[in-house]
Nanobody, 127 residues
Framework: QVQLAESGGGLVQAGGSLRLACAAS????????MGWFRQAPGKERELVAA????????YHTDSVKGRFTISRDNAKNTAYLQLNSLKPEDTAVYYC????????????????????WGQGIQVTVSP
């Protein structure tokens, strides 16, 4: 079992940057595929980015490609989401998620693929 805790959110002006971190408990972080999701008010939760166990393969949804980057540091039990060129429409609660029993070279893109979730962190982008 793993516990996840997000940090790094906050209020930023359009065009600014933030770096979200997801710290995981436990000693088997490298066995989990990771994902970042977000949910804006009145909208469904959507995948933002995903990364495989080793960090070799990533997926970014079209709306964030070229602006956001997912990464991980297995030695630090932490996944990251770098958010650049932020837009007001990026305003949402951001969640990190972990999937156990992950294939080595697989990224997972559905929320139902993930077993563990963080509590979420607010990102607000002002115009």
């Amino acid at each position: 079992q793993v516990q996840l805790a997000e940090s790094g959110g906050g209020l930023v002006q359009a065009g600014g940057s933030l770096r979200l971190a997801c710290a995981a408990s436990g000693r088997t972080f490298s066995s989990y595929a990771m994902g970042w999701f977000r949910q804006a008010p009145g909208k469904e939760r959507e995948l933002v980015a995903a990364i495989n166990r080793g960090g070799d393969y990533t997926y970014h949804t079209d709306s964030v490609k070229g602006r956001f980057t997912i990464s991980r540091d297995n030695a630090k039990n932490t996944a990251y989401l770098q958010l650049n060129s932020l837009k007001p429409e990026d305003t949402a609660v951001y969640y990190c998620a972990a999937r156990s029993y992950s294939g080595n070279y697989v990224v997972y893109t559905r929320s139902s693929d993930y077993d563990y979730w963080g509590q979420g962190i607010q990102v607000t982008v002002s115009p």
